[in-house]
């Protein structure tokens, strides 16, 4: 009650100005600013969150097997992932995972291409 109260009021004591002609306009392109601000706020924050855990399960992990583990089972396991970085397959996979890569990105290319030219053809 008191809110519509307060309300009529400073609509009566407002001045009778007209309003600009483009007050929409700049009031929609103010709305879809801060609408824009909240999307990647919360992008970010959905990063950070997903990193934050990430970081979170590593550590976790290690710790496990520092507490479960001795040092020459850890040299051991070290060993293990160590080896296979001079393997023929694992050069092998980081070939294909670049030419994955760049297949990415230039799908990417493409699709923006694409929808810039479909946009200028529509107008």
């Keep these: 009650m008191n809110n519509?109260?307060?309300?009529?009021d400073a609509l009566k004591s407002r001045n009778n100005e007209q309003l600009s002609e483009n007050f929409s306009a700049m009031m929609m392109a103010k709305v879809n600013a801060e609408a824009v601000k909240?999307?990647?706020r919360k992008t970010a924050l959905s990063y950070l969150l997903v990193a934050g855990i990430s970081l979170l399960l590593v550590a976790l992990a290690a710790y496990l097997l520092k507490g479960y583990l001795s040092v020459e089972q850890l040299k051991g396991i070290g060993a293990i992932f160590a080896a296979p970085l001079f393997s023929p397959m694992f050069k092998f996979g980081v070939f294909i995972g670049i030419i994955v890569l760049f297949l990415l990105i230039a799908d990417r290319q493409f699709r923006l291409y694409y929808e810039r030219r479909v946009k200028n053809q529509n107008r």
Excluded: V
Excluded at 4 to 8: C, F, M, R, S
């Design 4 to 8: 519509d109260k307060l309300i009529t």
């Design 38 to 40: 909240t999307q990647k």
